[in-house]
């Protein structure tokens, strides 16, 4: 079944160090989305791509939606404490009219 | 506020017992959904609906139940067939699923069987 993988699954960094975590699909995605979600929280929107190897920047964090629309990227610039918790993507499933989500990878900043 | 409420945010329940949960959403979406997450893992769909008296079954619908009678409410119900009912469940709204909108979450239901 169509699958959409992450990595790595945790990630510990030095405040002030980037991360970068990778968002893998078996299949093609018309679209894809990527949540955050803090301890304790919920899962809570960021970005939407839509268009092959289409970048999309908020403040400190970039999005990258690869080419042949099966891939993409979250790089974080210079981590603060505040980007704590787990980043998710979520790409919409080829039949069913759902969204499947990759597993998460958890970042950690120490301070 | 526009948005999307669950209740009960915590809720114990005994082996053998049926719980439900609720959810509501404000936000005039047609399409709702439920999640079930587990410690360290991600998101997987219970079940989803796209309009008002229709749902479809997620990944891990056995042991669970719902309704779409309003277009405001969906509430699941933890049957006492589900094996292993003790996790985090997360409802959530969007536009419309052709259009793909965005998720918007309730802030979720804890369940622990004792």
């Known amino acids: 079944g169509q699958q959409v993988m992450q990595i790595p699954q945790y990630q510990h960094v030095q405040e002030g160090e980037d991360f970068t975590t990778y968002c893998n699909s078996s299949t093609t995605l018309s679209n894809i989305q990527w949540y955050k979600q803090r301890p304790g929280g919920h899962p809570v929107f960021l970005i939407q791509?839509?268009?092959?190897?289409e970048v999309k920047k908020q403040k400190r964090l970039t999005f990258q939606f690869g080419e042949a629309k099966k891939n993409s990227s979250l790089h974080i610039t210079a981590t603060q404490t505040t980007d704590v918790g787990t980043y998710f993507c979520?790409?919409?499933?080829?039949?069913?009219?759902?969204?499947?989500f990759g597993p998460g990878t958890r970042l950690s900043v120490l301070p | 506020d526009g948005g999307i409420t669950q209740s009960p945010k915590y809720l114990f329940r005994k082996e053998g017992q049926n719980v439900t949960l609720s959810c509501e959403q404000n936000?005039?979406?047609?399409?709702m959904y439920w999640y079930r997450q587990d410690p360290g893992q991600g998101l997987r769909l219970i079940y989803y609906s796209q309009i008002v008296n229709d749902f479809q079954k997620g990944d891990i619908a056995e042991g669970y139940s719902v309704s779409r009678e309003k277009k405001e409410s969906f509430p699941l119900t933890v049957t006492s067939a589900q094996k292993n009912p003790t996790a985090f469940y997360l409802c959530?709204?969007?536009?419309?699923?052709?259009?793909?909108?965005?998720?918007?979450f309730g802030e979720g239901s804890r369940l622990t069987v004792l």
């Open positions: 959530a709204s969007s536009t419309g699923l052709r259009s793909y909108g965005e998720l918007f």
């Open positions: 936000l005039n979406h047609d399409a």
């Open positions: 979520a790409g919409p499933r080829n039949y069913g009219q759902n969204f499947v």
């Open positions: 791509l839509v268009k092959s190897g």
